[in-house]
């Protein structure tokens, strides 16, 4: 079975800081990764993937991830923090051998402050 | 443009009541999934139907009936089996190409509260 872990509730950060938010995943065949945003009463929205190639992602709104098979990892990352980047985030894994779902962290909320 | 609507945004539900959440998308695509969000609990799967007329069960679908009769539209009804039905909710759906992976859409969710 498929399952992802997002250690940290939440994420204090000051504005301008770098920003992390950590995800680490579990499946059985080829790692399928997708990080997603939401802001309060919304849908979520896709930020970045990973299916293959290089380690590090470049996503949406300056984000990127970085895919780690030894650690099974796939930390979110922002050199540069924004107030507006505020959020609700979800870190996703598709395993390749079971199907088209998707497994969803418990999501980790992010507060930027200024 | 394409995308996944869901209507209403908010909804009440009297004690004992049915309610259909409603869920279509113009995207053209094939599969199609309902969530549950819960203050500090994620995502967690309700049902899930990857064809026409054909839909399966996720974690957590008792007290839910869906239908895809189809391929545009997928309606969730809250029955009143359900016996904690306030929550936030999200469909979302997916492509299912011959190679590779593009991962959700989501609509913007309907805010179901009980009365």
């Known amino acids: 079975a498929q399952s992802v872990a997002q250690p940290e509730d939440q994420v204090n950060v000051a504005e301008g800081n770098p920003l992390t938010v950590k995800c680490t995943y579990s499946v059985s065949g080829n790692p399928y990764l997708f990080w997603y945003v939401q802001y309060p009463n919304r849908g979520l929205q896709f930020l970045l993937k990973?299916?293959?190639?290089?380690?590090l992602v470049k996503g949406s709104y300056g984000f990127e991830a970085e895919f780690n098979k030894s650690q099974t990892s796939f930390h979110l990352k922002k050199p540069s923090a924004l107030v507006s980047d505020s959020a609700l985030y979800f870190c996703?894994?598709?395993?390749?051998?079971?199907?088209?779902?998707?497994?969803f962290g418990g999501g980790t909320r992010v507060l930027v402050k200024p | 443009d394409g995308g996944i609507t869901q209507s209403p945004k908010y909804l009440f539900r009297k004690e004992g009541q049915n309610v259909t959440l409603s869920c279509e998308q113009n995207l053209n695509h094939d599969a199609m999934y309902w969530y549950r969000q819960d203050p500090g609990q994620g995502l967690r799967l309700i049902y899930y139907?990857?064809?026409?007329?054909?839909?399966q069960k996720g974690d957590i679908a008792e007290g839910y009936s869906v239908s895809r009769e189809k391929k545009e539209s997928f309606p969730l009804t809250v029955t009143s089996a359900q016996k904690n039905p306030t929550a936030f909710y999200l469909c979302?759906?997916?492509?299912?190409?011959?190679?590779?992976?593009?991962?959700?859409?989501f609509g913007s969710g309907t805010r179901l509260t009980v009365v």
């Open positions: 990973y299916i293959t190639g290089d380690n």
């Open positions: 996703a894994v598709r395993d390749g051998a079971a199907g088209n779902k998707l497994t």
């Open positions: 979302a759906s997916s492509i299912t190409p011959a190679e590779g992976y593009y991962g959700y859409t």
């Open positions: 139907s990857q064809i026409v007329n054909d839909f």
